[in-house]
């Protein structure tokens, strides 16, 4: 019998927004938001521009490092950009 170290447990991480997230609800939230036209301009890969669907999408993303980095590139953004949008709305005052 031999001791094997029990693996590490893995560290929190509060300020990474994409910690928690699948792939598959990157590329949903990424479609629903600009959709696949936009997305394929956005992100050139063919699995965004011909017939695009998630199951497509997944596939092509798993095995392409490059492709999956500029997709949650992209993410970030769109965080961003939701972020900015929402704080340049009037705040309204609160209701007694």
């Known amino acids: 019998m031999t001791d094997t170290p029990a693996p590490a447990p893995r560290p929190a991480q509060p300020r990474n927004p994409l910690h928690g997230l699948t792939l598959e609800a990157i590329v949903t939230t990424l479609a629903d938001y600009y959709g696949w036209e936009q997305l394929g ?32 590139s992209l993410y970030l953004f769109m965080l961003r950009e939701q972020r900015r949008e929402q704080q340049q709305q009037p705040q309204e005052p609160p209701t007694r």
């Open 41 to 72: 301009h956005l992100v050139p890969i063919r699995c965004f521009i011909s017939e695009p669907s998630v199951s497509s999408s997944l596939k092509f993303l798993r095995k392409t490092p490059w492709a999956r980095e500029k997709v949650e």
